[in-house]
């Protein structure tokens, strides 16, 4: 069992920055994937990016490449997600997820993580 806890969400306007924080129980780097979802009224649950332990790599959503930047502190008890240029459609709540198995082809399903944080919500609006 691993508690997940996010924050720094809030609201801002176009073009600004914000950086979310997810707060693990236990270090993630004893799982095999770390990930950010975000999920927008009436839409499902996308995934945003993912780091996973067994290739070390970092992987990105096509929509928020050269914007959001993923990393986490030295012992892996918390993991970042900075958020820069956002626009409108950024606007979700955003949750932290743990897998205990990683997949490079299909990190971005939701199904495929076992513990998830009670999210934060982002709202992006002038």
């Known amino acids: 069992q691993v508690q997940l806890v996010e924050s720094g969400g809030g609201l801002v306007q176009p073009g600004e920055s914000l950086r979310l924080s997810c707060a693990a129980s236990?270090?993630?780097?004893?799982?095999?994937?770390v990930a950010w979802f975000r999920q927008a009224p009436g839409k499902e649950r996308e995934g945003v990016s993912c780091?996973?332990?067994?290739?070390?790599?970092?992987y990105y959503a096509d929509s928020v490449k050269g914007r959001f930047t993923m990393s986490g502190d030295s012992d892996g008890n918390t993991v970042y997600l900075q958020l820069n240029s956002l626009k409108p459609e950024d606007t979700a709540v955003y949750y932290c997820?743990?897998?205990?198995?990683?997949?490079?082809?299909?990190?971005?399903?939701?199904?495929?993580?076992?513990?998830w944080g009670q999210g934060t919500q982002v709202t992006v609006s002038s």
């Open positions: 997820a743990i897998g205990l198995g990683f997949w490079a082809t299909s990190w971005y399903q939701p199904h495929l993580y076992d513990y």
């Open positions: 780091f996973s332990t067994s290739d070390r790599r970092t």
């Open positions: 236990k270090s993630t780097l004893n799982f095999y994937a």
